[in-house]
């Protein structure tokens, strides 16, 4: 499975963007789709998932400003961010689920100035 992950960006702190992130496989294979988030120099961080049922998990540091979801009849899952404060900056990774295999996209960078 190949994950096209896209939307990153620099934006003021109130501000907002929305990340894309298509799979390359059926919607009915893959389990949860999510974004972590990784900060220089810590680890990779659950930021929000979507499971192929739509039931929805998010960190606590966003709940409230960002919302997942999926596209209607493809397998793309967007995470829109709103209300982005400094410590949302670092880069986010598409993450795609399924029973014997987890894979990851190539990262985008959000930055978010104060």
């Known amino acids: 499975v190949q994950l096209q992950a896209s939307g990153g960006g620099l934006v003021q702190a109130g501000g907002s963007l929305r990340l894309s992130c298509t799979a390359s496989?059926?919607?009915?294979?893959?389990?949860?789709m999510g974004w972590y988030r990784q900060a220089p120099g810590k680890q990779r961080d659950l930021v929000a998932s979507?499971?192929?049922?739509?039931?929805?998990t998010y960190a606590d540091s966003v709940k409230g400003r960002f919302t997942i979801s999926r596209g209607a009849g493809e397998n793309t899952v967007y995470l829109q961010m709103n209300s982005l404060k400094p410590e949302d900056t670092g880069v986010y990774f598409c993450?795609?689920?399924?029973?014997?295999?987890?894979?990851w996209g190539q990262g985008t960078q959000v930055t978010v100035s104060s």
């Open positions: 993450n795609a689920k399924q029973v014997f295999a987890n894979y």
């Open positions: 496989a059926t919607r009915s294979s893959i389990n949860v």
């Open positions: 979507i499971t192929n049922t739509g039931g929805t």
